[in-house]
């Protein structure tokens, strides 16, 4: 189903450093009914509104294609690490053909869903994969910086999450954590285990909208209200790049990660 005339502006607006055209606005529109269908089966997301999905679900998983960066890679080999219900992979992969996105999450019946999306959707450019991150990224692991770009979304705080993704990328590539309005906070939290793991803070890029991002679109009250509340979020991207090999011994045993910070 394509997203409504509404979705379609909303979306527009939101990202404008891409140019969609109506066959993926359709992709779109059918990533929102598959999302909602795979919501009833397993609770993915309190989002469920096409406003809602199309904002703070679509738009917010493109937010890392503005960046210059994934300019340097021509066909980049990316992971989405605790993938969920496919954010931000799925959006970018349906946008980006180029890029070759393996999602990973450690919870199988999310992964055998997001298989069936990626079938659904027609995505040649996805892989799915069942295991916790700092299980596939150990050393001597296939997997181990591997990647140009890693990508992750809502799944912990920034210190434990450098030390679950970092060990993906290669010397060269980058770590992308989209991140709301605790990320400032969060990256102080981190430096010392972006340093450890071998990584580089780039920059803390704002990615939150003007407050009159979608003035002078006709929506619903519903709609205007979920915009508005988009456009008042505070957003983040935290590009960091891998400068250095990550020790043998990172990433540790969760239980290590979450009980003592780097």
């Known amino acids: 189903m394509p997203l409504s005339h509404n979705?379609?502006?909303?979306?527009?607006?939101?990202?404008p450093y891409i140019e969609p055209d109506e066959e993926l606005m359709d992709s779109f529109g059918s990533l929102y009914e598959r999302l909602v269908s795979l919501n009833q089966q397993i609770n993915v997301?309190?989002?469920t509104d096409e406003a809602g999905v199309t904002l703070k679900h679509i738009a917010d998983s493109l937010s890392p294609l503005c960046l210059?960066?994934?300019?340097?890679?021509?066909?980049?080999?990316c992971y989405d690490i605790g993938c969920g219900g496919g954010f931000p992979g799925l959006p970018l992969a349906l946008t980006k053909e180029n890029m070759k996105i393996t999602m990973v999450d450690s919870t199988?019946?999310?992964?055998?869903?997001?298989?069936?999306?990626v079938?659904?959707?027609?995505?040649?450019?996805?892989?799915?994969?069942?295991g916790r991150a700092e299980e596939l990224a150990c050393?001597?692991?296939?997997?181990?910086?591997?990647?140009?770009?890693?990508?992750?979304?809502?799944l912990a705080r920034l210190d434990m999450l450098c030390e679950l993704c970092l060990p993906f990328v290669?010397?060269?590539?980058?770590?992308?954590a989209l991140k709301g309005?605790?990320?400032?906070?969060?990256?102080e939290e981190a430096k010392n285990a972006i340093k450890l793991l071998g990584g580089r803070l780039v920059r803390l890029q704002e990615t939150t909208l003007s407050p009159n991002c979608f003035d002078g679109l006709e929506l619903t009250e519903e709609e205007r209200a979920v915009a508005q509340e988009f456009a008042r979020s505070k957003r983040y991207l935290v590009i960091i790049k891998k400068i250095a090999p990550t020790p043998d011994k990172y990433p540790r045993a969760f239980a290590q990660i979450k009980k003592k910070k780097l």
């Open 68 to 77: 210059e960066e994934l300019g340097e890679f021509r066909a980049p080999l």
């Open 139 to 154: 050393k001597g692991s296939a997997h181990r910086e591997k990647a140009d770009l890693v990508f992750s979304r809502a």
């Open 181 to 187: 309005k605790d990320a400032p906070a969060e990256l």
């Open 119 to 130: 079938r659904l959707l027609g995505l040649n450019n996805v892989r799915c994969l069942c």
């Open 170 to 176: 290669k010397k060269g590539g980058y770590f992308i």
């Open 7 to 15: 979705c379609k502006a909303l979306l527009r607006r939101a990202v």
């Open 45 to 47: 997301t309190a989002v």
């Open 108 to 117: 199988e019946k999310k992964i055998k869903a997001l298989e069936e999306s």
